[in-house]
């Protein structure tokens, strides 16, 4: 009987030969977002250019701060619009 090992290498093969095949796998705020690939999981971010880069614990940290900014900002401005109703 042969073991199979579970090496993803023909994921990583697929995605040098054909591109990943990336989706969005969070939304931080409204320009700034998650991406991972389908087939070998590597993660994508946008940073502060605009720009896709690899997602790396510094990104994920950043991420994570301009969320929490983000939701924040989100929920002071949702209250003002409802004072302003009155
Ligand atoms: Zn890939």
Do not use: W
Not at 30 to 40: F, L
Not at 50 to 58: D, I, R
């Amino acid at each position: 009987m042969k073991k199979t090992t579970n090496a993803p290498a023909p994921m990583k093969l697929y995605c040098n030969l054909f591109g990943h095949n990336y989706e969005v796998s969070k939304k931080v705020t409204s320009h700034v977002k998650e991406y991972t690939c389908k087939c070998c999981k590597k993660q994508l971010t946008t940073n502060s250019d605009g720009a896709l880069t690899e997602l790396t614990p510094k990104f994920k940290e950043i991420n994570s701060i301009l969320e929490e900014m983000y939701v924040r900002r989100m929920e002071r401005s949702q209250e003002k619009a409802f004072s302003s109703s009155y």
